[in-house]
């Protein structure tokens, strides 16, 4: 089949994503318009369609002010922060030992150095949530803080290319937060001890996200094709992850006339890049006693990056369906196998017992630490030649195995 159709059919669906609404963002306008095209695009194409929706909190952030004795300082309101209105003492800490021992309520507290150097991952999270996060958590809410700011580098591996990353992200975390650049903070730490003026116009907003679910088939038995359709505040997330929606809505017009006897989920993720992984959670509480169903799964995120191979890993994969990938890679050329990684919604069902695929670009790395989560993730990058021949080839493959 000749790709330029489908690779057209490509760049329309990557506009509409990143370009013709405005954001991502779970429980934004723009996702739910998201939503509603990848639904509509599944139903088109003879699927049925199955939206599962689940509550969560949508963000308005307004403008920040940061001063000290008439000097400003550059920083930003945290995702999900609370807004506030502050004149209280700076009190510096660098790490956990310094935490435990000093009184810092309703004071202003300047987070810099060890204690800042990995994102914290949000204290209900359940995938990954390692105990020293945990412990800073808990020493903040028990020491009562007015506000917090947190001076960051750079941390790709959990911020992907954001510099500077917001410390906390998290939706259930009371302490209004902001972060600024690590050097910006070190300017702001000679104020210690000193007064400083913190403003941030910020509210949560109570809204409602969902995943939608698009199905044919013998349902007992079924293969799940699924790629997260949210990204972050601030990004067009072409690469991150619209490449993979699309690549998704290709795959349901290459099967529209395709046998009904195929047992298939094509499911598109709302809450990857939220802090609760809302959508995950969703799925998960809905499947509960039926995961087993699921012979395989295949993820796509980050794919269809320009002038780059499709990287291909597997996890516990029967040696038939990875014989049968392989025997592609060889006949579709611009795909690699490569290394396992970590960061991806195929992990939420490795981690249940269930094999999986997942794709990506073959410069995962350099994408996760220049691109991802940046407003530079824009759809010049993405490849629509590349985001056909990746569902052509998933097609290719669910036929043989």
Not at 52 to 79: V, Y
Request: charged share 25%.
């Amino acid at each position: 089949m000749n790709s330029e159709p489908l690779a057209q059919l490509a760049e329309t669906h990557i506009h509409f994503l990143c370009e013709e609404i405005p954001t991502r963002q779970v429980g934004s306008t723009g996702n739910q318009a998201a939503t509603q095209y990848f639904a509509n695009t599944m139903a088109q194409n003879g699927f049925k369609v199955e939206r599962q929706t689940f509550d969560c909190i949508d963000m308005r952030q307004g403008e920040i002010e940061l001063t000290a004795n008439g000097h400003s300082f550059q920083a930003s309101i945290s995702p999900y922060s609370l807004g506030c209105n502050i004149r209280a003492e700076l009190v510096k800490v660098e790490t956990v030992e310094e935490l435990e021992g000093l009184d810092i309520k309703d004071k202003l507290l300047l987070l810099t150095g060890e204690i800042t150097h990995e994102q914290l991952m949000p204290k209900n999270f359940v995938f990954y949530n390692p105990e020293h996060h945990q412990q800073i958590y808990q020493l903040l809410e028990e020491k009562q803080p007015a506000a917090i700011i947190a001076a960051t580098s750079r941390n790709p591996e959990l911020a992907g290319g954001l510099y500077p990353f917001p410390l906390f992200e998290d939706g259930d975390f009371d302490i209004p937060s902001a972060y600024l650049k690590d050097i910006e903070g070190e300017k702001l730490a000679e104020f210690t001890g000193r007064e400083v003026h913190l403003k941030m116009d910020a509210e949560r907003i109570p809204s409602r996200a969902e995943n939608v679910s698009a199905q044919r088939g013998d349902q007992n038995g079924k293969i799940v094709v699924c790629a997260h359709i949210d990204a972050k505040a601030g990004t067009p997330g072409a690469l991150d992850n619209a490449g993979g929606t699309t690549v998704l809505m290709l795959l349901a017009d290459l099967m529209k006339d395709y046998g009904d006897n195929l047992g298939i989920e094509i499911l598109a993720f709302n809450g990857e890049d939220y802090y609760s992984a809302g959508g995950q959670m969703e799925y998960l509480h809905r499947h509960s006693t039926d995961l087993n169903q699921i012979r395989l799964v295949i993820n796509l995120d980050g794919v269809g990056y320009h002038k780059t191979p499709t990287g291909i890993s597997f996890y516990d994969c029967p040696q038939t369906v990875q014989d049968a990938a392989t025997q592609l890679i060889s006949e579709f050329g611009e795909f690699e196998e490569m290394p396992q990684w970590f960061q991806g919604d195929h992990m939420v069902f490795v981690s249940q017992g269930i094999p999986a695929i997942a794709f990506t670009t073959a410069e995962f790395a350099d994408v996760w630490i220049d691109i991802a989560h940046t407003r530079e993730d824009t759809p010049d990058k993405v490849d629509g030649v590349i985001l056909a021949e990746t569902a052509k080839f998933i097609f290719e493959l669910i036929k043989r195995i």
